[in-house]
């Protein structure tokens, strides 16, 4: 299995997340954002939309390539149930991928590097416009995890929303979000951080960090 | 089962579109984000994010609430498994996910009523932004939609992608995308649009239609 990602890209290290928790091996393979490798013909072959990250997979002896960090967890999770990333109730499941969707689609969208760049050329102010988003996403997700946290977001058991979590308040400190104001997602945050397959997935981890 | 939605959101579109090609009958409320229902305590309760749709759900005797459309989805694949949206394959599934995320997390976030709310703020053109997101969002389905379409955006089957991309295309008119420029969505668009179960979800067919 190999993982076309970037360090610093919080959709690769949502996924990163993923495979250490399930204890899934990978072929790392650097795409950097800041060259531009992800415009190149050789990516857009893996992913025509230009993202990372990309999961190169094997099926019936064939190689495919899936796109698209929601997608790629959720082939994940079939394909290596042993150790779940999702509960077992029905609703359970629905309300971890809700938190995670709010971060997802709510939240990182808005701070990608595509986003910033267009607002770059239209002159707004891109940190002031991220900053907004982030921090209007953030008071959304405080509150819907209140209804669910234990010691991570959904319980006490580590799940697929806390991937999303982690890679979301490291981008939110990178682009100005106020994340002291989110007591509940910080104290999460700090579990989660004590734990190895979380320190083994970090930006600062990776073989491409800094480049 | 109640569906908190409202006709124009495409995200309750999606939603509607799958109740509806599952044939899972569903009490229709509106909340009207033209009068900011949305914002209201009482919908803040129901999703403290403030976004349409949401589902109200039972479990075990005890009523639940769902939100985001994805989240949605993947709740109802699981509970009413018996006419699917996603096919067989791992990977298909795989497949199938990352091009509703495309639409998803790609593009509709975009052109949502917050969004373009902000850019009004900042004196920034919110139908040109739309636009340009809508284009480069397609550009990108439309690549990634010619590896594995058939008579729809995966293979022959109605899948949970038809249901990102029908409501897609109807906010791509809304907002001046240039839809022309995507013959194989619009082919897939014209035989969705045959389905009794498809005409039957569209905003134009809802209760509050024009509210």
Known sequence: MKLYNYWRSSSSYRVRLALHFKGVPYEYVAVSLLKGDQHQAEHRLRNP????????VEENGKLAVLSQS?????????????????PKSLVGRGQVRALAELINSGIQPFHNLSTLNHLKALGVDDKKWAAHFIDQGLEGLEKLAAKTAGR???????TWADCCLIPQLFGARRFGGNVDAFPLLL?????????????????????DAQA
Do not use: N, T
């Not at 939309?49 to 190169?56: F, I, Q």
């Not at 991570?152 to 580590?158: A, R, T, V």
């Not at 999460?188 to 320190?199: G, K, R, T």
């Open 70 to 86: 929601v997608a790629i967890f959720e082939y994940l999770e079939e394909r290596f149930p042993q150790k779940p990333l999702l």
């Open 152 to 158: 991570f977001l959904f319980g006490d058991d580590f």
């Open 49 to 56: 939309a230009g993202y990372v990250p990309v999961l190169e």
């Open 187 to 207: 104290r999460v945050e700090q579990a989660c951080l004590a734990l190895p397959h979380v320190q083994a997935a970090r930006p600062e981890a990776q073989p």
